[in-house]
T-cell receptor
Framework: AQSVTQLGSHVSVSEGALVLLRCNYS??????LFWYVQYPNQGLQLLLKYTTGATLVKGINGFEAEFKKSETSFHLTKPSAHMSDAAEYFCAVSDSSNTGKLIFGQGTTLQVKP | DGGITQSPKYLFRKEGQNVTLSCEQNLNHDAMYWYRQDPGQGLRLIYYSQIVNDFQKGDIAEGYSVSREKKESFPLTVTSAQKNPTAFYLC???????????FGDGTRLSIL
């Protein structure tokens, strides 16, 4: 069965510093991977997705993620944090049953300090 | 603009009462989903529907019921059998499997 592990429930960085949010997955088939962001009391917004092809995926708001099959990882990065990046981030993998179901990680709360 | 509308934004339930959360989408998506979000637990799938008049249980379906009579609508009923209904409920839709899901802004359900 698929699963997703996000390392670190809380990450704190200074404004302008590198953001690195870690995601590892397990999947018996080539995975479809997603990163979402959630601001307080709102729904989830898609940041980026990996389906096939290029392993370095660029998303919105300057975020990118690299699919590393050998490490079963899909870490999210941003070179320079902005105060507006403070939110909760979720990594998700598609269920292999072709139902469209997503398996979500527990989430990582990003704090950005001035 | 196309999107997913959830209503109400806040809902209060009395003991023994059933309540229904609305989810409407105008994205022409075939698949729709209901999730429950609790602090520190991520999102857990309650029910999903891939096509009109068909739906399947997710991981935590007990105490919940759904219907899918129209493509654009997927209401969720929280029944009195759900003993711990206080949570943030999110509805999502996707064009088909392995495509990104689009989310509504959620309904926060509390117990009076």
């Amino acid at each position: 069965a698929q699963s997703v592990t996000q390392l670190g429930s809380h990450v704190s960085v200074s404004e302008g510093a590198l953001v690195l949010l870690r995601c590892n997955y397990s999947s018996s088939v080539p995975p479809y991977l997603f990163w979402y962001v959630q601001y307080p009391n709102q729904g989830l917004q898609l940041l980026l997705k990996y389906t096939t092809g290029a392993t370095l995926v660029k998303g919105i708001n300057g975020f990118e993620a690299e699919f590393k099959k050998s490490e079963t990882s899909f870490h999210l990065t941003k070179p320079s944090a902005h105060m507006s990046d403070a939110a909760e981030y979720f990594c998700a993998v598609s269920d292999s049953s072709n139902t469209g179901k997503l398996i979500f990680g527990q989430g990582t709360t990003l704090q950005v300090k001035p | 603009d196309g999107g997913i509308t959830q209503s109400p934004k806040y809902l209060f339930r009395k003991e023994g009462q059933n309540v229904t959360l609305s989810c409407e989408q105008n994205l022409n998506h075939d698949a729709m989903y209901w999730y429950r979000q609790d602090p520190g637990q991520g999102l857990r799938l309650i029910y999903y529907s891939q096509i009109v008049n068909d739906f399947q249980k997710g991981d935590i379906a007990e105490g919940y019921s759904v219907s899918r009579e129209k493509k654009e609508s997927f209401p969720l009923t929280v029944t009195s059998a759900q003993k711990n209904p206080t949570a943030f409920y999110l509805c999502a839709s996707s064009v088909r499997y392995n495509q990104p899901q689009h989310f509504g802004d959620g309904t926060r359900l509390s117990i009076l």
